[in-house]
């Protein structure tokens, strides 16, 4: 029950709020809503070429209030009210929700959730690029229960490959499209148990090196796992913490260079400046480290060093574009999750507007036509924001009023649990007395963790591209790898595919098919 206190200072501040003056005339609207019924019924005609470039952007801890948060920052920076902004991915003609628990957790982790969406099978929290007869840290446990995933199919089918991640690269989401890992955690072999290592498996940064080659572009951050313990960091060199991992020797780095073909142009850099002076036309292999563990926080990256996201994205479309069959290029948004997981609202959020802000810059370097872009999320937060805030209202700003039992203020924005639960003096913070504005401040939690958690309810799929249309309702999560390949025409997905066995692939156009014939049963 809403008390009387309450619903005056509501009524009061929702009164008072701003409304753009056209929204007060009922045409406004009306009009509005027509042009998006035209916009839709234009959906009718279907696009079921074939899709030579897949491209999927994965907003990690991306859930629907972050996105809608993430939409009014974007609109606010631009010094709009920010309700009324379009992200990129609101424009996307087709949406789906996607069921993202484990095979062994209702509220699943970045791990499991990669190996649906990029291997096509659910599996148990914790691991990757495995079925779920793989237990989580049992090492022997993997052998026999690898899958592979969609960046395999693409580079097996002739396709230019790419990974762009914020996060290391060995992380977990970028690591499912190579990996074959019983833990998440294994970045190195320094991070291995001796078991594990006693029976044979490698660790993820080994595996980067090893089990797909020749991926053309390799982007994000990760450098001390690729470097033998305590070599010394290129960027950072007094910081201990910044120092090579690998207790087997391996220089990962230069097994890379050895790797590829000497006719080929393969190049490392590991700062923003060494990336930006490369001529794409003349890379055919690409690996950026651009820091030594995950890359910095969009709101702290340095200009000089750190590329962004976009940036980045830019540069691994120049090298892949360049294939005559197409390519699959990976980008995670993967800071979202940890700007969460600190409870630093702000963080997150502005590393949600940057990869909105790279999936603009794909759509402007490629076509509908021919390319299908996914974009979507591992899993949720609890983070949400509310308490009647009035139209642009800052979205890290306060509630309207005060609390009705303890009479103090509190921001919109909170989270379920995570480390702003704080308590003054028997009592819950104040946060007038604190800078709630700030880059890191930790927004309140109604329970204390040292780390944010997960959410379990479903999270948002945008499409558009060929056969986008097959992203529709309510799905499971492993579902998306496989439309995006029925879509191109790899891995198991070829039945449909009128050019199958002739060698060649197919130009944009060549599968136009009868709806009867999209029968996903090629696809399991």
Same mark, same amino acid.
Request: glycine residues 8%.
């Given at each position: 029950?809403?008390?009387?206190?309450?619903?005056?200072?509501?009524?009061?501040?929702?009164?008072?709020?701003?409304?753009?003056?056209?929204?007060?005339?009922?045409?406004?609207?009306?009009?509005?809503?027509?042009? %998006?019924?035209? &916009?839709?019924?234009?959906?009718?005609?279907?696009?079921?070429?074939?899709?030579?470039?897949?491209?999927?952007?994965?907003?990690?801890?991306?859930?629907?209030?972050?996105?809608?948060?993430?939409?009014?920052?974007?609109?606010?920076?631009?010094?709009? %009210?920010?309700?009324?902004?379009?992200?990129?991915?609101?424009?996307?003609?087709?949406?789906?929700?996607?069921?993202?628990?484990?095979?062994?957790?209702?509220?699943?982790?970045? *791990?499991?959730?990669?190996?649906?969406?990029?291997?096509?099978?659910?599996?148990?929290?914790?691991?990757?690029?495995?079925?779920?007869?793989?237990?989580?840290?049992?090492?022997?446990?993997?052998?026999? &229960?690898?899958?592979?995933?969609?960046?395999?199919?693409?580079?097996?089918?002739?396709?230019?490959?790419?990974?762009?991640? %914020?996060?290391?690269?060995?992380?977990?989401?970028?690591?499912?499209?190579?990996?074959?890992?019983?833990?998440?955690?294994?970045?190195?072999?320094?991070?291995?148990?001796?078991?594990?290592?006693?029976?044979?498996?490698?660790?993820?940064?080994?595996?980067?090196?090893? &089990?797909?080659?020749?991926?053309?572009?390799?982007?994000?951050?990760?450098?001390?796992?690729?470097?033998?313990?305590?070599?010394?960091?290129?960027?950072?060199?007094?910081?201990?913490?910044?120092?090579?991992?690998?207790?087997?020797?391996?220089?990962?780095?230069?097994?890379?260079?050895?790797?590829?073909?000497?006719?080929?142009?393969?190049?490392?850099?590991?700062?923003?400046?060494?990336?930006? *002076?490369?001529?794409?036309?003349?890379?055919?292999?690409?690996?950026?480290?651009?820091?030594?563990?995950?890359?910095?926080?969009?709101?702290?990256? &340095?200009?000089?060093?750190?590329?962004?996201?976009?940036?980045?994205?830019?540069?691994?479309?120049?090298?892949?574009?360049?294939?005559?069959?197409?390519?699959?290029?990976?980008?995670?948004?993967?800071?979202?999750?940890?700007?969460?997981?600190?409870?630093?609202?702000?963080?997150?959020?502005?590393?949600?507007?940057?990869?909105?802000?790279?999936?603009?810059?794909?759509? *402007?370097?490629?076509?509908?036509?021919?390319?299908?872009?996914?974009?979507?999320?591992?899993?949720?937060?609890?983070?949400?924001?509310?308490?009647?805030?009035?139209?642009?209202?800052?979205?890290?700003?306060?509630?309207?009023?005060?609390?009705?039992?303890?009479?103090?203020?509190?921001?919109?924005?909170?989270?379920?649990?995570?480390?702003?639960?704080?308590?003054?003096?028997?009592?819950?913070?104040?946060?007038?007395?604190?800078?709630?504005?700030?880059?890191?401040?930790?927004?309140?939690?109604?329970?204390?963790?040292?780390?944010?958690?997960?959410?379990?309810?479903?999270?948002?799929?945008?499409?558009?591209?060929?056969?986008?249309?097959?992203?529709?309702?309510?799905?499971?999560?492993?579902?998306?790898?496989?439309?995006?390949?029925?879509?191109?025409?790899?891995? *198991?997905?070829?039945?449909?595919?009128?050019?199958?066995?002739?060698?060649?692939?197919?130009?944009?156009?060549?599968?136009?098919?009868?709806?009867?014939?999209?029968?996903?049963?090629?696809?399991?």
């Amino acid at each position: 029950m809403i008390s009387p206190f309450s619903v005056l200072a509501i009524g009061t501040c929702l009164t008072n709020s701003f409304v753009p003056e056209k929204e007060r005339d009922p045409s406004y609207w009306r009009q509005q809503a027509q042009e %998006t019924l035209k &916009n839709a019924l234009k959906l009718q005609k279907l696009n079921t070429n074939v899709a030579k470039n897949v491209i999927m952007f994965l907003g990690d801890g991306m859930g629907v209030s972050t996105v809608t948060a993430a939409r009014i920052l974007k609109g606010q920076l631009h010094h709009n %009210t920010g309700e009324e902004t379009r992200l990129e991915m609101d424009k996307f003609p087709f949406v789906a929700l996607s069921k993202t628990y484990n095979t062994n957790a209702q509220v699943p982790d970045s *791990a499991g959730t990669a190996t649906a969406y990029l291997c096509g099978v659910k599996a148990n929290e914790g691991t990757v690029g495995v079925s779920a007869a793989t237990e989580r840290t049992r090492c022997n446990t993997t052998q026999g &229960n690898e899958v592979t995933s969609i960046l395999r199919w693409a580079k097996d089918a002739g396709k230019s490959v790419g990974i762009v991640t %914020t996060t290391r690269v060995n992380h977990a989401t970028p690591s499912a499209a190579y990996a074959h890992s019983a833990d998440r955690d294994w970045y190195s072999d320094n991070e291995m148990p001796p078991e594990a290592l006693s029976q044979g498996c490698k660790d993820i940064a080994y595996q980067l090196m090893h &089990n797909i080659k020749d991926i053309d572009v390799i982007m994000g951050g990760g450098r001390k796992y690729m470097y033998p313990k305590n070599r010394t960091d290129v960027e950072y060199e007094l910081d201990e913490k910044a120092r090579g991992t690998r207790l087997d020797g391996l220089d990962l780095i230069s097994i890379w260079k050895s790797f590829k073909p000497r006719h080929k142009h393969s190049h490392y850099v590991w700062n923003r400046t060494e990336l930006l *002076a490369l001529d794409p036309s003349r890379v055919d292999y690409l690996l950026g480290l651009f820091e030594p563990g995950d890359m910095q926080y969009e709101l702290n990256r &340095n200009n000089l060093t750190d590329p962004s996201l976009s940036e980045m994205v830019e540069v691994a479309l120049r090298i892949l574009t360049k294939n005559l069959k197409g390519f699959f290029l990976l980008v995670e948004g993967g800071r979202i999750d940890h700007g969460h997981h600190e409870g630093k609202a702000k963080q997150a959020l502005h590393e949600a507007v940057e990869m909105d802000q790279a999936i603009g810059k794909a759509g *402007a370097m490629t076509s509908q036509k021919d390319t299908l872009t996914v974009v979507t999320a591992d899993h949720s937060h609890v983070f949400t924001f509310g308490g009647y805030t009035p139209r642009g209202n800052s979205i890290f700003g306060l509630a309207p009023m005060v609390s009705d039992t303890d009479k103090k203020p509190f921001t919109a924005i909170l989270y379920g649990n995570g480390p702003g639960y704080k308590v003054v003096d028997g009592e819950r913070e104040n946060v007038s007395m604190v800078d709630y504005a700030h880059n890191n401040y930790q927004a309140q939690s109604a329970v204390p963790l040292r780390h944010e958690t997960h959410g379990g309810e479903d999270v948002a799929v945008f499409a558009k591209g060929p056969m986008a249309h097959l992203l529709h309702g309510v799905h499971e999560q492993n579902y998306i790898p496989h439309v995006m390949a029925y879509a191109s025409c790899i891995g *198991a997905n070829l039945d449909h595919c009128a050019w199958a066995g002739s060698g060649s692939a197919p130009s944009p156009g060549a599968l136009l098919l009868p709806l009867a014939v999209l029968s996903l049963r090629t696809l399991f």
